[in-house]
């Protein structure tokens, strides 16, 4: 009964605070205070093991109440976003635009060419030499000009040499082709008494035959002795030995002679030798020239064969340069050939180019591969033009090619890659395969691949490609804004202004673009608005002056 009681009371509790709100636990603490007082303790211990199934189901919904609210929340937030997104103005579209080159074109015509190409060689002497001495001794005199870079007339004396040994010499040798000389002239009168001899001799000879013959022809009749005939027979024996011995002597004498003069011509040589060496003490310009280098001193001994003097010849000079087997080829074989053939020399010096004429006068000895090409060598006609040329300077040619029959000529920087060019049809790119013939300076020659009125690209571009739109240089510019809905706009007084438009609206408001970019855009709108509404007036009034004057 009193549980009873308590759970109504507890109830009621329950329905008066709902109603006075905080005042439930006022009137409910008192109550469960007394409770343990009226229940057992046997009842009391199972509302100690938990919480009861009302604070379970609590806690559950509050945690749902959560989740729901955080849902919501989310839920909310994507409509929100939505909705603000949705009512976000749309910007205005720029139209796509393609890539405009502008750029440089040409229009070649085929006509026949002779290209000039260059060539760069060095200048040489033509002729050269190194002066030796031929003879030994001790300068005694030296040239005062004989410097380096001075010039000497031909035959000029350079360098003399002591000539004390060698006049010696030379006397000694003229003296033993004297002695030779007066000894044939003595064997030669030797002779001429043998022969003498040889003559009177034979007279003798002959007496004596007689005088044997009649002393014989007497014996017969015994008018004479036998021994006078013997001493007859001796005399004439006697001149004929003696008669023998002036014929040998003429033959020995006749040898010494020629032994003589044998001799003799090797004393003329030696005094010829003497003489030479006498004359070589004295060192002359063989040619005028310009000196090299010296090495001639007062007082230095020299030996046969030492470089005394070394020059080349003044006004005579040859370039040596290379032309590359095609350009060889192509002179070589054609009906001019490559001998003989003019060219024009270049000399810069001082920041000046000095032009030289010179012809091509042979070809070198053999081709070499380190140089690739043929070594050629020309001949300067006159080395003095302003400047005076001199060997070792490095020089231009300019070499005029072969003719080449009904070729373009297109600047180099037209080709792309070996043997490729561009040429513009309908504002567009079109790819050509050409053959070049032959260039000259910064301009090549064009055989195949080309035909009259074709209009070339020479404007370099990195990424160029067949097909890529382009425009000429001094060709109006497109307005970037020529849609046409902006064109639409622009009739309407609405929209960006053109580039066109733009200039115009600076002229007639006396500014610059940059002034105009500092104004705030409302002025700037401003300036534009009025300026299309007074052109549109100004055009209105103009056409009713047309109408009226009609």
């Not at 929340?73 to 393609?98: D, N």
């Not at 002779?191 to 003798?204: N, T, V």
């Not at 300067?380 to 080449?404: K, Q, S, Y």
């Not at 809905?485 to 673009?513: T, V, W």
């Amino acid at each position: 009964m009193l549980k009873k009681v308590d759970d109504e009371a507890l109830v009621g509790d329950d329905n008066s605070s709902a109603q006075s709100g905080g005042a439930q636990i006022s009137t409910l603490h008192p109550v469960n205070a007394d409770r343990p007082a009226l229940q057992g303790p046997e009842e009391a211990e199972p509302a100690r093991k938990g919480p009861s199934f009302l604070s379970i189901l609590g806690k559950g919904t509050l945690v749902l109440i959560q989740a729901v609210l955080m849902v919501a929340i989310l839920a909310g937030s994507y409509w929100i976003a939505q909705r603000m997104v949705a009512a976000k103005p749309e910007p205005r579209k720029r139209p796509a635009f393609q890539t405009v080159y502008t750029v440089e074109t040409v229009r070649p015509v085929a006509r026949d060419r002779q290209p000039v190409f260059s060539a760069y060689g060095q200048t040489i002497a033509a002729r050269s030499v190194d002066l030796r001495s031929l003879v030994s001794g001790e300068i005694v005199a030296v040239n005062p000009k004989l410097r380096s870079g001075a010039q000497v007339a031909q035959g000029e004396t350079l360098v003399e040499i002591d000539e004390f040994e060698y006049r010696g010499a030379l006397a000694e040798a003229r003296a033993n082709l004297q002695e030779a000389e007066a000894r044939i002239v003595e064997a030669e009168a030797q002779i001429g008494l043998e022969q003498s001899k040889i003559i009177s001799g034979q007279e003798q000879l002959e007496l004596a035959q007689s005088d044997l013959a009649r002393a014989e022809s007497l014996r017969q009749s015994n008018t004479v002795t036998q021994q006078q005939i013997e001493a007859r027979r001796l005399v004439v024996s006697q001149r004929e030995q003696a008669l023998a011995i002036s014929r040998d002597t003429i033959k020995v004498q006749q040898a010494r002679v020629e032994q003589l003069k044998a001799t003799m011509g090797r004393f003329e040589w030696r005094v010829q030798q003497a003489e030479r060496n006498l004359n070589s003490t004295v060192l002359k310009a063989p040619f005028a020239g310009v000196v090299r280098s010296s090495s001639a001193e007062i007082g230095r001994a020299i030996t046969a064969n030492d470089v005394v003097v070394s020059m080349y010849e003044a006004g005579s000079l040859e370039v040596t340069f290379t032309l590359t087997d095609a350009q060889y080829g192509r002179l070589q074989t054609s009906a001019d050939g490559l001998i003989g053939r003019t060219v024009e020399i270049i000399w810069t010096v001082g920041g000046r180019d000095y032009a030289f004429a010179g012809m091509i006068d042979r070809t070198g000895a053999e081709i070499t591969s380190n140089k690739g090409g043929v070594e050629v060598i020309a001949r300067l006609d006159d080395i003095t033009n302003g400047v005076t040329l001199r060997p070792g300077a490095f020089v231009e040619l300019r070499v005029p090619d072969v003719v080449f029959a009904n070729t373009f000529a297109v600047p180099d920087t037209a080709i792309y890659g070996t043997n490729t060019l561009y040429t513009i049809v309908d504002d567009k790119l079109v790819e050509n395969r050409v053959e070049i013939a032959a260039f000259e300076n910064e301009q090549i020659l064009i055989s195949e691949g080309l035909k009259p009125g074709d209009e070339v690209l020479v404007t370099r571009i990195t990424e160029v490609s067949a097909g890529l739109n382009i425009r000429r240089e001094g060709d109006p510019i497109p307005s970037r804004d020529a849609s046409p809905a902006n064109s639409q706009n622009a009739e309407a007084g609405q929209g960006r202004p053109s580039r066109e438009e733009m200039q115009r609206i600076l002229a007639a408001n006396n500014m610059d673009i940059a002034a105009f970019r500092a104004l705030p855009q409302g002025e700037r709108r401003m300036l534009i608005r009025n300026w299309r509404q007074q052109n549109a007036s100004d055009g209105e009034d103009a056409a009713a002056a047309a109408e009226a004057a009609e």
